[in-house]
């Protein structure tokens, strides 16, 4: 009998701080990857950029790398994910006319807060189904202030663009966005006229909507003769298909460069604070996400002069007892407040450096469950398994911690970079291998270990409860310190 081979399935993810190429098989099994890193630039307080091109010469690199260590073995589609509220203004020759703007970037937020204020909360629930807030990184936040102050550059731009939305119309020629992709400008229906309507021009500029699965086209990369490309979506909705949290009452935390928390369920109750999609088969996912997860880490370990490998070392070693608070550039879900920023609670002449990394990861754990308590919430009934991915899973300490601080289990997976692997699981249903990526999801997502808490897990409850009352204790004060930075 011959045996033909079925081909492999190309994934990207075009991250914060690298693009992430991996090739897997129909069934989840990785065969190559290759990730290559780019820089984030901070030119001002509160301001984060990224070159485009840097996303799309990563994507070429990565690519060339997981080809040649395939040898010749076909791919047959290639999926997109990326991070959202992520926006690059370009011409109709895809020609960036700026840097991006990324998610973590607050430059926006007086002009997010006047927006903000045009809806009351019916209106919003009406328009957005929850009580939502139009923060510094929603789309027609940036939209006004490129307007504001380059209205020339916003004049000659044709598109407002995504990364990965980018990167595929580099990849095919055309130009095309997803639902889950356009957060509080697109709704279950399409866009949503309410929002587009708040700046002059925005809606001329967004991409047309199709599907995820979708094809763009055939791939113009010639080493990829042959390969469909398909839209693709978030990262964050990547991790919730390549962690079946499509199916009502799984959960989700993904610790990378932030932290994301979700939840399924046939329920929607309204709840500020967090992100509820359009229904999907009756299953609503309810998703918050934070400022700062692996980049508090990354910060902790520059503060030092240490690498991250000795920071977690460092933590292993470690007592409990400090708490920390990870909003190092404002907070977003639950809080939604570009002004906070983190501290460090109940240092004594005792603290050493290894309490404090410990501290770091704890704070960052501390973050993932005041999200899940508000995703809960919305979904009316608690989340069991809940899965933990993103880089930030590769490290037992931290899903231990994880564990420890939710006080119950958390399933890491045998995939950790979900949504790179859902973004390969979207190719795969656009090119017909599987009938819809919750079958495709079905047969290639599986438990790689279980977390249970430890026996003393309960002891950290007084730590967890001074982590909530941290905010509305130091409330005024961060406000005082954002007087500060913004005179000095």
Not at 416 to 443: F, K, Q
Not at 460 to 483: F, I, K, N, V
Request: overall charge negative; charged content about 20%.
């Amino acid at each position: 009998m011959i045996v033909t081979d079925p081909g492999l399935l190309l994934g990207i993810d075009v991250g914060t701080t690298a693009v992430k190429v991996a090739a897997f098989t129909e069934y989840g099994v990785r065969v190559a990857a290759h990730t290559v890193g780019y820089p984030v630039r901070r030119p001002h307080p509160g301001w984060a950029e990224q070159d485009p091109l840097d996303w799309w010469r990563g994507c070429l690199r990565g690519i060339r790398a997981v080809l040649a260590e395939l040898r010749g073995r076909r791919i047959r589609a290639v999926g997109l994910v990326s991070q959202v509220n992520t926006h690059l203004l370009a011409g109709a020759d895809l020609r960036p006319l700026s840097p991006a703007i990324i998610w973590q970037d607050t430059r926006c937020a007086e002009d997010a807060q006047a927006l903000d204020a045009r809806f009351d909360t019916e209106a919003k629930i009406r328009i957005w189904g929850a009580p939502i807030t139009l923060d510094a990184s929603f789309a027609g936040a940036r939209a006004a202030y490129f307007a504001r102050t380059d209205p020339a550059k916003w004049a000659e731009a044709r598109w407002l663009l995504s990364p990965k939305d980018f990167i595929g119309a580099k990849l095919t020629g055309r130009v095309a966005t997803d639902l889950l992709s356009g957060v509080r400008v697109a709704g279950a229906n399409g866009y949503l006229p309410e929002a587009t309507a708040l700046v002059e021009g925005l809606a001329a500029k967004l991409p047309e909507i199709l599907p995820a699965e979708a094809v763009l086209g055939p791939c113009a990369v010639p080493e990829l003769d042959g390969a469909v490309v398909v839209v693709g979506t978030m990262d964050a909705y990547g991790d919730v298909f390549g962690s079946r949290t499509t199916e009502a009452g799984r959960g989700l935390i993904s610790c990378g460069t932030s932290l994301v928390v979700a939840g399924a369920s046939t329920e929607s109750v309204p709840t500020p604070g967090i992100v509820t999609f359009p229904p999907r088969h009756g299953v609503f996912v309810h998703a918050g996400p934070t400022q700062a997860a692996g980049d508090a880490v990354r910060w902790w370990a520059h503060a030092g002069g240490r690498t991250l490998d000795e920071v977690f070392a460092s933590a292993a070693t470690g007592a409990p007892g400090v708490v920390f608070t990870p909003y190092l550039a404002g907070e977003r879900a639950p809080l939604w407040d570009p002004a906070v920023r983190g501290s460090f609670l109940g240092l004594s002449a005792a603290t050493t450096q290894a309490d404090l990394a410990r501290a770091v990861l704890t704070g960052v754990a501390m973050s993932a469950r005041h999200v899940l308590e508000v995703v809960e919430t919305a979904c009316g009934a608690p989340l069991d398994p809940i899965a933990f991915v993103g880089g930030g899973a590769r490290s037992d300490l931290w899903a231990q911690l994880h564990a420890d601080v939710l006080n119950r289990p958390i399933e890491r997976l045998r995939v950790v970079d979900s949504a790179v692997l859902a973004a390969a699981l979207l190719g795969a249903v656009g090119a017909g291998i599987r009938p819809d990526i919750d079958t495709a999801a079905a047969h290639a997502v599986a438990t790689e270990r279980v977390f249970t808490p430890a026996p003393d897990a309960e002891g950290l409850r007084p730590l967890y409860e001074a982590y909530r009352a941290s905010y509305a204790g130091l409330r005024e004060t961060h406000a005082r310190l954002g007087e500060y930075r913004a005179t000095s």
